[in-house]
């Protein structure tokens, strides 16, 4: 997607580690006018799949998910996000490893929110090394609802965390993929 | 607002300890298409207060405030929470209290995203004791920036948090006052 290239280009820093920072669009600050037309390009991509739920993780995932729900005219659930593994209550969990913040922890959505019934659509700001994808379409696996697949805002494609989620069957929608970020210059596929 | 309140009375569940669970379309399923709703209301509340910029806090709020966000036509800021009192990098920090969770944290906002120019509409899912809005806004304070006042979705009233923050000079304005949940019950202001 176009525009989200040019914006990336524009407004986005590399930071220490590698680490992309889209802080003042995607992540902290929130560009929603942008959102609206990322929302549309999931919408074109995933339209006939009969999406009723879209599923996304906190923090970061929620503000894309849920104007993407609005295209779609469907409810969003965000995974919460714990530290412990022991979760009381009802939920289905998947642990997660985060290299960006070099921890692991649960993610878990009420077993009540996600049945065989439902047809869900993942969406995620970020797409690396897939530790979340993946948790979260284990999450999709134990209800026994249907993944439609996942829409991911930017994947970092030489982290090739969509390399082997693509292989398991997932189909995965990134509106820009970047192929490097070497040297201070971002380059895309 | 009526639509809300006969919601929270269809969906609602008081939990252990008081808690207003909401989880089915608040604050973990999230129901987009009552959002949009809530988020009209926002706008006939604080049209005419030339707000550019929105502000509210990870996890729950960033759902209400991005679609409240894609009304007025402006960028959404959430802040962000750690446990760390020491924080790297040019933000501005504030210390919140959680009773839900029994903790202490910091909330932080990047200083570049702040300015004396805002003019600052906070949005929430919920205001009990007021220690998040209390941040959120000591947050606007420290940016120099305007702060137009508060859209809130659910205001415990008898929690008391707004009565310190309204007499500050803060507008206020909750969709849904709950009076009192005793013996299971929810009843309205």
Redesign the interface.
């Given at each position: 997607m176009r525009l989200l290239e040019e914006r990336i280009l524009r407004d986005g820093k590399i930071g220490d580690g590698g680490v992309l920072k889209v802080?003042?669009?995607l992540n902290?600050?929130?560009?929603?006018?942008l959102?609206?037309k990322m929302a549309e390009e999931f919408y074109k991509l995933f339209r006939n799949e009969h999406v009723n739920k879209i599923l996304t993780i906190?923090?970061s995932g929620?503000?894309i998910?849920?104007?993407t729900?609005?295209v779609f005219?469907?409810?969003?659930?965000?995974a919460?996000k714990s530290e412990t593994i022991n979760i009381a209550g009802d939920v289905y969990t998947a642990r997660v490893e985060s290299f960006t913040h070099g921890k692991t922890y649960t993610i878990m959505?009420?077993k009540?929110?996600l049945t065989p019934a439902d047809s869900v659509l993942i969406i995620d700001d970020f797409l690396a090394r897939g530790a979340a994808l993946s948790g979260l379409s284990a999450l999709v696996r134990a209800a026994g609802a249907a993944l439609v697949g996942a829409g991911i805002a930017i994947e970092k494609v030489f982290q090739h965390g969509g390399d082997s989620l693509r292989e398991s069957g997932i189909r995965i929608e990134s509106l820009a993929r970047i192929q490097s970020m070497e040297n201070g210059r971002i380059a895309f596929c």
């Open positions: 802080d003042s669009f902290h600050q929130m560009d929603i006018a959102f609206c906190e923090a929620i503000g998910a849920c104007i729900g609005q005219g469907c409810p969003v659930i965000f919460k959505v009420a009540a929110l």
